[in-house]
């Protein structure tokens, strides 16, 4: 009998598992398992229901719903046998033993641990519609009822629930290692030499207005002041293959906190999964990615550019356009200082670069969001 049992729970986990080998409970396989807490969560819980469920309804079948002369729905409504509605009943019941199942898992998992149940979301419900679950309990009663007893079929559905939660912490540990993988950033490629704009104008000047408008990124943190929170959270966007175009650190309203303006470029859903692993930096507090929201940017400009002769008003008159200040003069020099956007700063810096720039400072860019966020 022990053996019996053995060779039925390695069947259903190793070899015939109901995920892998069955392609059953695809749902919330792939959409509980992007954390190891979370899929470990789900698949004690559908081990659980799966369990219970397969000795419950083999019970049902056996004693209440099985064809013969013991059947005591067919002994109550005759009629029910001769429609032949004994299968279609079969299906309801086992539907509704799963779900006030799942409704007993979902208090108690709201009660003991409400972190678990938030984590897992609709995906708890849903353990109701996982055919895995009636998949188990329809192969306990119908593929073999003459041949499995109410401990095989217990057994079985136990064994169907590890295999489950096996399949989904395979799952869940690489998409773990996956999401903090290092991996070459293909937008890399686009600043080879191959690509310059001396060899490709055109072509180079549209790529860079797209390079720069759609995958640019402005990002918020609020992090604690605490010594090696930037070299991780730089370490983390650098060893994820993006180049950090600008970093602005200083404190907030609170000294305790620091805000980040981080800007970055790259691919929105790769980098939607750096600011999922930035958030679990135990130092961040917040993260805020501005990209889809509406925000003020600003950076700062101090600009030493070259002043030939009889082009200082020339000069002083473009920087009077771009409401800047000149904070230093000197005979064949000035000083210039600018703060806005950075397509403002770019504009500023393309016309005075006609008259020769000898030094250029830039500060990183600040944002905050608007409105009452």
């Known amino acids: 009998m022990i053996k019996e049992l053995a060779l039925i729970i390695v069947s259903v986990v190793f070899v015939n598992n109901f995920v892998l080998a069955k392609f059953l409970g695809l749902c919330p396989f792939l959409g509980v398992s992007q954390k190891t807490s979370s899929a470990m969560g789900m698949g004690v819980a559908v081990t659980f229901v799966m369990t219970l469920s397969s000795a419950i309804t083999w019970i049902v079948y056996n004693f209440i719903l099985l064809p013969g002369d013991a059947n005591i729905i067919a002994k109550v409504f005759?009629?029910?046998?001769?429609?032949?509605?004994?299968?279609?009943?079969?299906?309801?019941?086992?539907?509704?033993?799963?779900?006030?199942?799942v409704q007993l898992v979902e208090m108690m998992l709201r009660k003991m641990v409400p972190a678990l149940y938030e984590s897992l979301g609709i995906y708890l419900p849903l353990i109701t519609t996982n055919c895995a679950v009636l998949g188990v309990a329809l192969l306990n009663t119908t593929d073999s009822p003459k041949h499995m007893g109410f401990l095989q079929a217990t057994v079985q559905g136990f064994g169907a629930g590890i295999g489950f939660t096996v399949a989904m912490l395979l799952m869940s540990g690489i998409r773990e290692r996956l999401a903090v993988a290092i991996y070459l950033n293909p937008y890399a490629v686009f600043r080879l030499p191959l690509f310059a704009p001396d060899l490709w104008p055109l072509p180079s000047l549209v790529f860079q207005e797209w390079f720069s408008k759609i995958m640019r990124h402005v990002i918020s943190l609020l992090v604690e002041n605490k010594v090696g929170v930037l070299a991780r959270i730089t370490g983390l966007i650098s060893g994820r293959g993006f180049n950090i175009d600008s970093l602005a650190v200083g404190e907030t309203e609170n000294p305790a906190l620091s805000r980040m303006t981080i800007v970055v470029r790259g691919d929105d859903a790769i980098l939607e999964q750096v600011r999922k692993q930035l958030g679990k930096i135990i130092d961040v507090i917040k993260v805020i990615d501005f990209t889809s929201e509406e925000f003020v940017e600003r950076n700062l400009m101090l600009l030493k550019v070259n002043v030939p002769a009889g082009k200082r008003s020339e000069i002083i008159e473009i920087v009077e356009i771009f409401r800047g200040k000149i904070i230093d003069v000197g005979q064949k020099d000035l000083v210039v200082e600018l703060a806005g956007a950075e397509e403002k700063l770019e504009a500023m810096i393309h016309l005075l670069r006609a008259y020769g720039i000898k030094e250029l400072v830039r500060t990183g860019s600040i944002a905050i969001g608007r409105g009452t966020k």
């Open 78 to 101: 005759p009629s029910i046998r001769e429609l032949g509605l004994i299968e279609v009943l079969k299906t309801i019941s086992y539907i509704l033993v799963i779900a006030t199942l």
